[in-house]
T-cell receptor, first 113, second 110 residues
Framework: DAGVTQSPTHLIKTRGQQVTLRCSPK?????VSWYQQALGQGPQFIFQ???????QRGNFPDRFSGHQFPNYSSELNVNALLLGDSALYLC????????????FGQGTRLTVV | AQRVTQPEKLLSVFKGAPVELKCNYSYSGSPELFWYVQYSRQRLQLLLR??SRESIKGFTADLNKGETSFHLKKPFAQEEDSAMYYC????????????FGPGTRLSVLP
């Protein structure tokens, strides 16, 4: 089991562009959450997907949107990129139940220039 | 408001010395508290959670609801403990997602 996998590992975008980040959850996991980690800070919760619907959302603008597919993989989309969107984007997956452990991916490093 | 604070950005100790990484939280309810660790070039991984009340790699953490703290302790630090440590909380009204602190970088010197 490769665990949680994210792609791409790095990318550079220009201000105003749109970006899509991808996440495949750990085998057997059906819930995916996305986090933004700015340099020198802890991860900040963006949103969570379960059964192909957004279930919880953190304090992020509508420019941040997502999707979950029937195979539980997920995408994070960011429109109208700002310089401040430069960060490490982490995906975490977990199985059903409130006590299951969340597993994190290696992250995608997004740089907006 | 839900918040996790870790007052030390960097903590340096010598090998064999005791370690205490501080974590305080604010949450109106009964949160679940966690410590996550990130070793160099590795992904974020769970170190321990307060409900399991177990010791992992010699680390322990006790939830003090009166002081709203969840400090991480180890009696004798090892060089391989050098890493970034994040305290996090998850509340019932937060969909089992995490509020993370800013992290403390632990450096264990030989």
């Amino acid at each position: 089991d490769a665990g949680v996998t994210q792609s791409p590992t790095h990318l550079i975008k220009t201000r105003g562009q749109q970006v899509t980040l991808r996440c495949s959850p750990k085998s057997g996991h059906d819930t995916v959450s996305w986090y933004q980690q700015a340099l020198g800070q802890g991860p900040q919760f963006i949103f969570q997907y379960y059964e192909e619907e957004e279930r919880q959302r953190g304090n992020f603008p509508d420019r941040f949107s997502g999707h979950q597919f029937p195979n539980y993989s997920s995408e994070l989309n960011v429109n109208a990129l700002l310089l401040g969107d430069s960060a490490l984007y982490l995906c975490a997956s977990r199985g059903a139940g409130s006590t299951t452990e969340a597993f994190f991916g290696q992250g995608t490093r997004l740089t907006v220039v | 408001a839900q918040r996790v604070t870790q007052p030390e950005k960097l903590l340096s100790v010598f090998k064999g010395a005791p370690v205490e990484l501080k974590c305080n939280y604010s949450y109106s309810g009964s949160p679940e508290l966690f410590w996550y660790v990130q070793y160099s070039r590795q992904r974020l991984q769970l170190l321990l959670r307060h409900i399991s009340r177990e010791s992992i790699k010699g680390f322990t953490a006790d939830l003090n609801k009166g002081e709203t703290s969840f400090h991480l302790k180890k009696p004798f630090a090892q060089e391989e403990d050098s890493a970034m440590y994040y305290c996090a909380l998850s509340g019932n009204n937060y969909g089992q997602n995490f509020v993370f602190g800013p992290g403390t970088r632990l450096s264990v010197l030989p």
